[in-house]
């Protein structure tokens, strides 16, 4: 069984950073590929950054493009977001998700949450002003 826990939230004032890390374990994790999503209360879930099995490629959001990292270590199980000059709009449970199907090639709907089967438990940012 896939496990997929998410650390490293926190309150952080408007500017700040955090670095959120994803710890996945249960199947073979260099083979899939991974997303970090976000949701506000009383808002939908949205996507905020991909990356591809091996780490080759990666999608960001616009809302979050030049701001935000996404990383992998393979060696590690571990999957990373670095969120640099915090807005308070960013303000959202994050949560980590992977792929159903190995090895897939990117697409555009490696942006969508429906590309995604299994999902941490999230964890929350807080950005103040």
């Known amino acids: 069984q896939l496990q997929l826990v998410e650390s490293g939230g926190g309150l952080v004032q408007a500017g700040g950073s955090l670095r959120l890390s994803c710890a996945a374990s249960g199947r073979t994790f260099s083979r899939y590929a991974m997303g970090w999503f976000r949701q506000a209360p009383g808002k939908e879930r949205e996507f905020a950054a991909y990356?591809?099995?091996?780490?080759?490629?990666?999608y960001y959001a616009d809302s979050v493009k030049d701001r935000f990292t996404i990383s992998r270590d393979n060696g590690k199980n571990m999957v990373y977001l670095q969120m640099n000059s915090l807005k308070p709009e960013d303000t959202a449970v994050y949560y980590c998700a992977q792929q159903k199907l190995p090895w897939q090639i990117s697409t555009a709907h490696d942006m969508s949450a429906s590309a995604y089967e299994y999902w941490g438990q999230g964890t929350q940012v807080t950005v103040s002003s």
């Open positions: 990356i591809n099995w091996s780490g080759s490629r990666t």
